[in-house]
């Protein structure tokens, strides 16, 4: 009997023995699998993730204060604005929201986030997910613009199901789409011809890519990537927004602009924006 119980001690040891190796080895192997699950664009978003510090001013092109609009060429615009982009519009947003309302437009809201892409899902970097989740703030707009597409995942599926939401949610909405500005980065030139071709399907293309073409100092070349506007660019990039969404077309940059005492706009982000 003494032996029975011993040996059905040793086999139950021997079961629980078993049952741990079994949950650490699973838990082992979960672990790389889960990180090899990543897709090859989100892969890229996180080895190369920087973000953006309102207060670091080390981004500027030429060194200059950022700067506040004086009354710029264009159209005029009135009633609610809404705006959603990457590291390039949180990094001008003072400018923007100041810029936008000089051209009229009495109810501006600017929800810009380095490193966010033209992608579904629930967070904070997913484009198409945000703008859903902010319907409640430009259901009501006469205005809606997108400056997405930096950061990878631009495609037509994506384009169409963005641009499909705004016109459910705010059919009567002016939908605008800013399109890429890039010093050095050929792949950029992809995706700018996206935009283009999509435009039938609802939005117009305020058009920052040529101004960039025209004036490349308006780029930082600070952090290398060569898609954050810098110095002076950082105006020209508001004023391009602004006019292009108060004038129902492309934009122009011509405004002149005078320095603002204190805070930045510069801006860092995984694949650009």
């Not at 380095?114 to 430009?138: A, M, N, T």
């Not at 935009?195 to 039938?200: C, E």
């Not at 077309?249 to 982000?269: I, Q, R, Y």
């Amino acid at each position: 009997m003494k032996k029975l119980t011993s040996y059905s001690t040793i086999k139950t040891i021997r079961r629980i023995f078993i049952v741990f190796a079994a949950v650490f080895f699973s838990f082992s192997f979960f672990v790389p699998h889960q990180a090899s699950a990543f897709t090859k664009d989100q892969r890229f978003q996180l080895e190369r993730q920087q973000y953006y510090d309102p207060t670091d001013c080390g981004s500027t092109g030429s060194g200059s204060s950022p700067t506040t609009p004086t009354p710029s060429s264009g159209g005029t615009a009135s009633g609610k604005v809404y705006m959603i982009g990457d590291s390039i519009t949180q990094g001008t947003k003072p400018q923007l929201e100041a810029t936008l309302k000089a051209k009229g437009f009495s109810d501006v809201i600017v929800n810009g986030l380095s490193s966010r892409r033209l992608s579904l899902g629930e967070g904070d970097l997913d484009g198409i997910g945000v703008f859903e989740r902010d319907q409640s703030k430009w259901a009501d707009a006469g205005t809606i613009i997108i400056a997405l597409g930096t950061n990878g995942t631009i495609n037509d599926l994506n384009i169409s199901k963005i641009i499909a939401d705004a016109k459910s949610g705010a059919p009567s909405a002016k939908i605008y789409w800013v399109n890429l500005g890039a010093v050095n980065r050929p792949e950029i030139t992809n995706n700018n011809a996206l935009i283009q071709q999509l435009a039938s399907k609802g939005y117009s293309v305020i058009d920052w890519a040529t101004v960039v073409k025209d004036h490349p100092d308006y780029i930082s070349t600070a952090d290398g990537l060569g898609v954050h506007p810098g110095g002076a660019g950082i105006q020209a990039f508001a004023d391009t927004v602004a006019n292009g969404a108060a004038s129902g077309g492309s934009g122009t940059a011509s405004a002149t602009a005078s320095p603002v005492a204190g805070g930045c706009a510069c801006s860092v982000g995984a694949g650009g924006g």
